[in-house]
């Protein structure tokens, strides 16, 4: 990937994540693609969106922001949740989405700078 693409998509973390304070990280591999689509849509619904981030761009776009304390939790393939009224009701959903589809775990998630593990999240 060229150093003008790598900047655009680092510039395109910025806005999309710029006013986040919270979120919730996700493992997705091995994750139906139909599961994905029915995830997607049903928190779409909801206003809440999943994004797959290219860890080493995201890390730099975070860096001196309120999403830095997260960039520990980016290793290997991952996605970032965020939206809704807040993380508490972005992680409800997750887990209850999780009940039903088969692979997907959590990573970890930020709530006003405190970073929780996946085994905190519930």
């Known amino acids: ?13 910025r806005k999309l994540f710029g006013e986040v304070d919270s979120a919730v990280i996700i493992d997705i591999c091995g994750v139906k693609a139909n599961d994905n689509n029915t995830l997607r849509s049903s928190l779409a619904e909801r206003e809440i969106r999943v994004t797959v981030v290219k860890n080493s761009l995201a890390k730099r776009a975070f860096a001196d922001t309120p999403m830095q304390p997260i960039s520990d939790l980016l290793d290997g393939p991952c996605a970032m949740v965020t939206g809704g009224q807040s993380v508490v009701e972005v992680a409800r959903e997750l887990i ?5 589809i088969a692979n997907l775990e959590f990573r ?15």
């Not at 970890?108 to 996946?118: I, N, Q, R, T, Y």
């Open 96 to 100: 209850a989405q999780a009940k039903a």
């Open 108 to 122: 970890g998630a930020l709530m006003e700078g405190m970073v929780f593990g996946p085994d905190e999240i519930e």
């Open 1 to 13: 990937m060229s150093k003008p693409v790598k900047n655009m998509i680092e510039d395109s973390y």
